[in-house]
């Protein structure tokens, strides 16, 4: 058995073992640190790695990167790959969205979204020599243009964050300068760790299978499955048995995290709805981590939506916080959060539709407003969890209204990305995401659970409720009445980092 220093429970030393065992047979030996090629049948291994918010998937994942990173497995982020070698062994952290590859970057793992690694970018040959440079593969070059003080920048950015996007423009180049085009990948990987894959559907785990001859999926089987889902599946429900490793203990538990508990509580089939918002109230009586709210904190919607289940629901919070903020009808105001609900721009536009979503917008991308662009229907934009969150682009913007009215459309261009009001979002869009504190809208639970209705063999108000309240971080507060309490202050952009949105999109989206 060959484990990382830190102690493992026993379900996670025998996940680590099967995965080794694994790996072996892809050429990758984790006890000697020994890389070989692939052995036997060159066919795609799929395992999934499952188990409840707390088990210690993330954990283990970890571990892993970093054994295969010791093992001198390279790590590819999509940014950028270099020349291939034979000796070359790869590996891919993906998450479906960008706010979920944050929540592993921000633990030290360098997970990226899967579109960034199905979508590759084409380098300008000039730059192309820098970024050989930086990754250590080339010699310093001289580039036209590139003073030796903005070299010596990019190394610096490069040395920081090991990304080389972030490293050209830190030498004040745009993206555009660098990056040519977009192309599909062509080249197979070595093993694709997948981070949140119960959002995963059916085609981008056909898609994850053409590249990742080895492919482990981490995931959740108590959350919400993907709405084009067959039947309420996931995709590692189909794997047989031995191919799926289940952790049981709650490691978060060791903290004695209430909002696990009461998570882990919904998976009693005799429970009803009433005794669990019981069991809220007995958790915020002992927890501050835990707190029965009387309304909706409008502050907080501005960061944190507040999740509910009805889109009825979710209109009336919007336009009641718009109103809060005193949002005129007719426009936006800075700060005001967005969601990306998807890429209008016909075929003979593909590359502009690649480049928005490498840069973020993809559909679910949360984002927030800084303000108009150069030219009419832009957008100023922060994508939340990308990696590079500013950015510019002609935009949809949709303020929907209740029943069957059109939205009203504060502004447009002609074609780009689409947005709605991100104040209140949907629990199924608000899966893979996690937010320090965590709205979560009860009387819709509680309308479901009326319903009787029933989701993949479990009572649909269950996975609502189980999924709303393991998107907090560290607060959740349980919304119990249909209220909105009054903003402290203005909306604003000043807890983002707002650095100069590069213009290139408005030169040339028209």
């Known amino acids: 058995m060959s484990l990382p220093a830190l102690t493992f429970s026993h379900d996670q030393a025998e996940a680590w073992d099967s995965i080794a065992e694994t790996l072996r047979g892809s050429g990758i030996d984790l006890d000697d640190h020994l890389l070989m090629p692939p052995a036997g049948d060159p066919a795609s291994s799929v395992m999934a790695v499952v ?54 970057r921000n633990r030290g793992v360098p997970a990226t979204t899967i579109h960034r690694i199905l979508y590759t970018p084409v380098y300008d040959p000039e730059f192309e020599k820098v970024a050989e440079w930086l990754a250590g593969q080339g010699d310093r070059p001289e580039i036209e243009g590139l003073t030796d003080v903005a070299l010596d920048r990019a190394w610096a950015s490069y040395q920081a964050n090991t990304s080389v996007p972030a490293a050209l423009a830190a030498a004040g180049l745009r993206g555009s300068d660098f990056i040519t085009g977009w192309k599909r990948r062509e080249e197979p990987l070595d093993i694709g760790l997948v981070d949140e894959s119960s959002m995963l559907d059916a085609k981008q785990f056909e898609d ?161 407003y800084l303000g108009p662009g150069r030219k009419p229907g832009f957008s100023r934009l922060h994508v939340m969890g990308a990696e590079d969150p500013q950015v510019s682009a002609a935009s949809i913007v949709k303020i929907e209204h209740e029943g069957d009215e059109e939205p009203f459309i504060p502004f447009a261009a002609r074609m780009g990305a689409t947005f709605l ?54 607060q959740l507060r349980w919304v119990v009445r249909n209220r909105l309490a009054r903003p402290s202050g203005t909306l604003g952009t000043e807890d983002l980092r707002v650095d100069p949105v590069p213009l290139e999109l408005e030169r040339d989206a028209e």
Not at 65 to 70: P, S, T, V
Not at 436 to 451: E, G, H, K, L
């Open 208 to 368: 994850l299978t053409e590249i990742f001859p080895t492919l482990l999926l981490f995931g959740d089987p108590a959350q919400l499955p993907p709405v084009k889902g067959e039947g309420g599946a996931m995709v590692f429900d189909s794997l047989p048995d031995n191919r799926k490793l289940v952790l049981n203990r709650i490691h978060r538990q060791d903290a004695d995290n209430p909002i696990l508990d009461l998570a882990h509580a919904l998976g009693d089939p005799a429970l009803e709805f009433h005794q669990f918002e019981q069991m809220i109230a007995d958790a915020a009586a002992r927890d501050e981590r835990v707190v029965m709210a009387q309304r909706v904190e409008s502050d907080l919607m501005a960061r944190s939506p507040c999740l509910v289940w009805r889109n009825a629901t979710r209109i009336k919070l919007i336009h009641a916080f718009r109103a809060a903020f005193g949002a005129p009808e007719d426009e936006l105001l800075e700060g005001e959060p967005l969601i990306c609900d998807g890429i209008e721009l016909p075929m003979k536009h593909r590359k502009k539709r690649l480049d928005l979503e490498a840069r973020g917008l993809i559909k679910g991308a949360q984002v927030i």
């Open 51 to 104: 188990g409840k918010a707390g088990s210690g998937k993330t954990l283990l994942l970890a571990e892993l990167f970093k054994a295969l990173r010791d093992a001198g497995v390279d790590v590819v982020s999509g940014d950028w790959e270099g020349r291939r070698r034979k000796d070359r062994r790869t590996l891919a952290i993906l998450a479906p969205t960008n706010k979920a590859a944050s929540v592993l």
């Open 421 to 474: 009001h991100g104040a209140a979002v949907t629990i199924h869009k608000a899966q893979g995401s996690q937010w320090d504190t965590v709205q979560v809208f009860a009387p819709d639970i509680q309308i479901a659970s009326r319903m009787g209705r029933m989701e993949a063999g479990t009572q649909l108000w269950k996975r609502l409720a189980y999924v709303a309240i393991t998107r907090a971080e560290t």
